[in-house]
């Protein structure tokens, strides 16, 4: 049972450049999250997707963007990249979209900005 | 808003060693509470969590109790090994989302 898968997995990108980060769910969940997470911190919540909807969002700007997939599968598009995008962007699924059933967290991709 | 606050680390012990790494958090609810730990070069896994006051996770020797009165969910582990060398996160998320709220991190390191 393949659990969270993430890709790719290492990303480097120029300042101003767009990038699009890619997430498979956990067979049989159908909500996916994405949490940025810069070196030595806690992950960030950006935010959270189910039915194809955005359904919360952190204190993100609108540079950053997603979309989930009729397969639940989802991406994570970041557009205008600065040097403070630099971090570990991960995926997390769950199932059920309104309870606290833990989320499951693919390794993650991490993206460098020069 | 939400927050989640965790001792600093890192926490250095010995093998065989008591294990407590502190958390508050603060919350307008009632929050489920999480650990997550996190190996080098790989995602977070869930250790364990407590849903409501008074309750107990336990997962690998690892255990922690939601205690509302003084909002905490301290981790605490008898006994650790080398293999339990990571960081560990400590989370909640509000009643009815799954959005996670983080502390920083603890790191522990285990040596022989």
């Known amino acids: 049972d393949a659990g969270v898968t993430q890709s790719p997995t290492h990303l480097i990108k120029t300042r101003g450049q767009q990038v699009t980060l890619r997430c498979s769910p956990k067979s049989g969940h159908d909500t996916v999250s994405w949490y940025q997470q810069a070196l030595g911190q806690g992950p960030q919540f950006i935010f959270q997707y189910y039915e194809e909807e955005e359904r919360q969002r952190g204190n993100f700007p609108d540079r950053f963007s997603g979309h989930q997939f009729p397969n639940y599968s989802s991406e994570l598009n970041v557009n205008a990249l600065l040097l403070g995008d630099s971090a570990l962007y991960l995926c997390a699924s769950s199932s059920q979209g309104y309870s606290n059933q833990p989320q499951h967290f693919g390794d993650g991709t991490r993206l460098s900005i020069l | 808003g939400d927050s989640v606050t965790q001792m600093e680390g890192p926490v250095t012990l010995s093998e065989e060693a008591f294990l407590t790494i502190n958390c508050t958090y603060t919350a307008t609810g009632y929050p489920s509470l999480f650990w997550y730990v996190q190996y080098p070069g790989e995602g977070l896994q869930l250790l364990l969590k407590?849903?409501?006051?008074?309750d107990k996770g336990s997962n690998k020797g690892f255990e922690a109790t939601y205690r509302k009165e003084t909002t905490s969910f301290h981790l605490e582990k008898g006994s650790v090994q080398v293999s339990d060398s990571a960081v560990y996160f400590c989370a909640l998320s509000e009643e009815g989302f799954q959005k996670l709220v983080f502390g920083t991190g603890t790191r522990l390191l285990v040596s022989p």
């Open positions: 407590a849903t409501k006051a008074d």
